[in-house]
T-cell receptor, first 112, second 111 residues
Framework: DTEVTQTPKHLVMGMTNKKSLKCEQH?????MYWYKQKAKKPPELMFV???????INESVPSRFSPECPNSSLLNLHLHALQPEDSALYLC???????????FGPGTRLTVT | ELKVEQNPLFLSMQEGKNYTIYCNYS?????LYWYRQDPGKSLESLFVLLSNGAVKQEGRLMASLDTKARLSTLHITAAVHDLSATYFC???????????FGAGTILRVKS
C-alpha cells in the first residue's frame, strides 16, 4: 500500500460544529503532517508528528487540534471554526529524515 | 528563515515550445522537491533532488539542482496540453521534516 488516504473528501460545517478529519497511511512512515491550502496558494504547514509525538506546531489556532493515535493514523479535530478556515486540508507522510513527503487527496472544508 | 522563490508565477506556452521554471532558495539545503498539482487535486511528487548537480528527467520534464547557486530549474521540452497544471518547488528546512514551498507556477499550454 503506497498511498495516503483522507476522509471525508468534502465537509461543510457551521461555526458551532465539531468535526474531525482523518488521515491514514500504511507505508510504515513515522512522520505525518497536516497542511492547509487556500486557492492559488502553496500548502502551509500546520502540524508535524514524528514517532507519534507532536514535533512542530506552526502557531495554529487552538480551534484546530491534532491527534496521532498510532503510527498509521492522524486526526485533525475542528471546533468553532471561522469562514476563513475554509480551505483544502492536506495530510502527508514521510519516512523520518530528509525524505519526500507523500500527500493524500485532501479534504475540501467549507465553513458556513 | 528559509525562503523559496519561484518564477515565473504564471506561464502561458504554445504547444511544442520549450521553457524553464526557476526556483531559488535562501539558505543551505541539499534536498529539493518538485510537485505538480492539478486544479482541485492533491500534490503529485515529480522529482526529488538530493545533491549538487543532480539531474532527473521524466518524459518532457527535466529538473536540476545547483546547491552552490541555491537554484533548481524545471525544464519543459516540447510542451503538450496535458502538462497544464501548477508546479511547486519545495525545500527541506534544516530540520528536514519541514518543507517550505515556493509560490507555485501556473502553467497553461495552449494548442
Amino acid at each position: 500500500d503506497t498511498e495516503v488516504t483522507q476522509t471525508p473528501k468534502h465537509l461543510v460545517m457551521g461555526m458551532t460544529n465539531k468535526k474531525s478529519l482523518k488521515c491514514e497511511q500504511h507505508m510504515g512512515h513515522r512522520a505525518m503532517y497536516w497542511y492547509k491550502q487556500k486557492a492559488k496558494k502553496p500548502p502551509e504547514l500546520m502540524f508535524v508528528y514524528s514517532y507519534e509525538k507532536l514535533s512542530i506546531n506552526e502557531s495554529v489556532p487552538s480551534r484546530f487540534s491534532p491527534e496521532c493515535p498510532n503510527s498509521s493514523l492522524l486526526n485533525l479535530h475542528l471546533h468553532a471554526l471561522q469562514p476563513e478556515d475554509s480551505a483544502l486540508y492536506l495530510c502527508a507522510s514521510s519516512p523520518m529524515g530528509l525524505y519526500e513527503q507523500y500527500f493524500g487527496p485532501g479534504t475540501r472544508l467549507t465553513v458556513t | 528563515e528559509l525562503k523559496v522563490e519561484q518564477n515565473p508565477l504564471f506561464l502561458s506556452m504554445q504547444e511544442g515550445k520549450n521553457y524553464t521554471i526557476y526556483c531559488n532558495y535562501s539558505t543551505t539545503s541539499d534536498r529539493l522537491y518538485w510537485y505538480r498539482q492539478d486544479p482541485g487535486k492533491s500534490l503529485e511528487s515529480l522529482f526529488v533532488l538530493l545533491s549538487n548537480g543532480a539531474v532527473k528527467q521524466e518524459g518532457r520534464l527535466m529538473a536540476s539542482l545547483d546547491t552552490k547557486a541555491r537554484l533548481s530549474t524545471l525544464h519543459i521540452t516540447a510542451a503538450v496540453h496535458d502538462l497544464s497544471a501548477t508546479y511547486f518547488c519545495a525545500v527541506s528546512s534544516e530540520y528536514g521534516n519541514k518543507l517550505v514551498f515556493g509560490a507555485g507556477t501556473i502553467l497553461r499550454v495552449k494548442s
